[in-house]
């Protein structure tokens, strides 16, 4: 079966996720702990040079401010380090979920293609047809002088129709993945308010309140060369 295909391959692909995962929140919590014993560190050299420093020569005062200004520093690279692992994580869960959804696309795209090929109908053509069978019965009671409808055409007497494999399987569009439900804590982004996926581009603008976009919501194919302003920057710097 297909569908056991794309799950067994889907499950072989994030078989190792959960040990990164762990790795990772494991060494951003390594990171905080010596964050926070860093900033123990600054406030007692603070209290310490607060303390002293009417009794301090000028070197001893310079001295002591380039450890509190060097403890500052390791700090920041220990936030810097988390931020980078914490934006390594959210990209490897990201990359899974864009899998699944061409994997998704991908499979649906193919039922579509079985059914047409085995001769079954979308639900569209076959209300299209029901409309013309019943239009074509109207025209023809019309035609019989004021008759009732036969014993065929009543409703008691039809038969209960077989249900359709199509009726079970309808085909669906690539687009109904991005309808699927969705965590209401990830964050959104784009013209659309819709959450990140596919191939995504930056707006080069500091201060863009959306910062990034998809290509298709932004008319794009490939990522441009050179900078690119969101067409709401590109129209305040217009303006300017």
Aim: charged share 35%; proline share 5%; aromatic share 6%.
């Amino acid at each position: 079966m297909a569908t056991a295909i794309y799950l067994e391959h889907y499950l072989d692909s994030i078989e190792n996720l959960p040990c990164e995962l762990q790795r990772n929140f494991t060494l951003m919590r390594d990171l905080d702990n010596r964050t926070e014993e860093k900033k123990g560190e600054i406030n007692k050299l603070a209290e310490e040079y607060i303390a002293n420093v009417k009794n301090l020569a000028s070197e001893q005062r310079v001295e002591h401010l380039q450890k509190i200004q060097n403890a500052y520093s390791k700090c920041k690279e220990f936030s810097d380090d988390k931020v980078q692992l914490a934006m390594q994580t959210y990209e490897m869960v990201d990359k899974h979920i864009r899998r699944l959804d061409a994997d998704l696309a991908r499979f649906e795209n193919e039922l579509k293609e079985k059914l047409e090929l085995t001769g079954y109908e979308s639900a569209d053509g076959r209300a299209l047809k029901k409309s013309e069978m019943r239009s074509q019965r109207e025209k023809r009671g019309s035609r019989g002088r004021g008759r009732k409808g036969s014993d065929e055409d009543s409703p008691r007497k039809k038969k209960k129709a077989s249900p359709d494999l199509s009726d079970t399987l309808l085909p669906m569009q690539p687009s109904d993945v991005l309808d699927m439900p969705v965590d209401p804590n990830e964050p959104t982004y784009c013209l659309c308010h819709q959450v990140s996926y596919g191939e995504m581009i930056g707006c080069d603008n500091p201060d863009c309140p959306i910062e990034w976009f998809h290509f298709a919501c932004v008319d794009l194919a490939t990522k441009p060369k050179g900078k690119w302003f969101c067409p709401r920057c590109t129209q305040d710097r217009k303006k300017k």
